[in-house]
T-cell receptor
Framework: GAVVSQHPSWVICKSGTSVKIECRSL??????MFWYRQFPKQSLMLMAT?????????EQGVEKDKFLINHASLTLSTLTVTSAHPEDSSFYIC?????????????FGPGTRLTVT | DAKTTQPNSMESNEEEPVHLPCNHS???????IHWYRQLPSQGPEYVIH???SNVNNRMASLAIAEDRKSSTLILHRATLRDAAVYYC????????????FGKGITLSVRP
């Protein structure tokens, strides 16, 4: 099956610093990737849709200047949390579409646990 | 986005079949029915999806009502590793269509 990896799996950073999370599709090309955030005991919330070679589309209420997304290649998307604060501590998960233009399934990365102190 | 309704939780016994229901009375003609599951501290895992006909794969079966207003995910022999939160999601046809996650159903499996 299709594999999506994330790096790092967990990170601790100080308030005010920036953190970059990488999402890679290992055995397929992904024109579209998605970024989600999940707080404890809650469901996944979509943050943004990332398209290779173009600007990301952010969901309502998500600050695009705080959560910078770059999808520079068909196998790599990055999420940078800028000037992180404790309230940004969460589980960040990426996913990628298998195929284009259809109702294809999404494959998810294992997630990145971010803790801001 | 069309919504789905699932029970909060369900319990099953190991090695017995499990039927997880999902209601989606406002489904549109171009909505596909997707199921994903999530184990604690992991990313979701794709389980199965379908449009109108019943679907089978190595993980599960998906039974879709004739009017498409409900569906059932069937795990044929539950194992302890199947204990997870299962999400039933309607995904519109389209290149960048999103998955909108609800609360899902928490499946517990008794040994």
């Amino acid at each position: 099956g299709a594999v999506v990896s994330q790096h790092p799996s967990w990170v601790i950073c100080k308030s005010g610093t920036s953190v970059k999370i990488e999402c890679r599709s290992l055995d397929f090309q992904a024109t579209t990737m998605f970024w989600y955030r999940q707080f404890p005991k809650q469901s996944l919330m979509l943050m943004a849709t990332s398209n290779e070679g173009s600007k990301a589309t952010y969901e309502q209420g998500v600050e695009k200047d705080k959560f910078l997304i770059n999808h520079a290649s068909l196998t790599l998307s990055t999420l940078t949390v800028t000037s992180a604060h404790p309230e940004d501590s969460s589980f960040y998960i990426c996913s990628a579409n298998l195929g284009q233009g259809g109702p294809y399934e999404q494959y998810f990365g294992p997630g990145t646990r971010l803790t801001v102190t | 986005d069309a919504k789905t309704t699932q029970p909060n939780s369900m319990e099953s016994n190991e090695e017995e079949p499990v039927h997880l229901p999902c209601n989606h009375s406002t489904i549109s003609g171009t909505d596909y029915i997707h199921w994903y599951r999530q184990l604690p501290s992991q990313g979701p895992e794709y389980v199965i999806h379908g449009l109108t006909s019943n679907v089978n794969n190595r993980m599960a079966s998906l039974a879709i009502a004739e009017d498409r207003k409900s569906s059932t995910l069937i795990l044929h022999r539950a194992t302890l590793r199947d204990a997870a939160v299962y999400y039933c999601i309607l995904r519109p046809f389209g290149a960048n269509s999103k998955l909108t996650f609800g609360k899902g159903i928490t499946l517990s499996v008794r040994p």
